[in-house]
């Protein structure tokens, strides 16, 4: 399995970036998708997920409001979209395809990770 990600930068507080995964290798529509982020110096985190098939989602309370995660199955594609970036959400965005069907909250319950891109929100 391949997951590759991009679609971060440097923006500024306020502004809106949008993210984008693309995966191979199994089937995509069979496996719930994550993304995660890595602050310096702090431990990496759900930011939001959902199902297989798109119906549940995800979001970490941070996240709540800004964030929006959706996929397209035909297309193998994972995006999360962020608007009112705010200098907090500077990390290293992971996505990540889980064992199973369901959304899970856990780093564990993932089995295949991307590179991470760097997201850099300035004050």
């Known amino acids: 399995v391949q997951l590759q990600a991009f679609g971060g930068g440097l923006v500024q507080a306020g502004d809106s970036l949008r993210l984008s995964c693309t995966a191979s290798g199994r089937t995509f529509s069979r496996y719930a998708m994550g993304w995660f982020r890595q602050g310096p110096g702090k431990e990496r985190e759900l930011v939001a997920a959902i199902d297989s098939l798109g119906a549940r989602k995800y979001y970490a309370d941070s996240v709540k409001g800004r964030f929006t995660i959706s996929r397209d199955n035909a297309k193998n594609t994972v995006d999360l979209q962020m608007n009112s970036l705010k200098p907090e959400d500077t990390a290293v965005y992971y996505c990540?395809?889980?064992?199973?069907?369901?959304?899970?909250?856990?780093?564990?319950?993932?089995?295949?990770w991307g590179q991470g891109t760097q997201v850099t929100v300035s004050s």
């Open positions: 990540a395809q889980s064992y199973g069907t369901i959304v899970f909250t856990t780093v564990s319950s993932y089995a295949y």
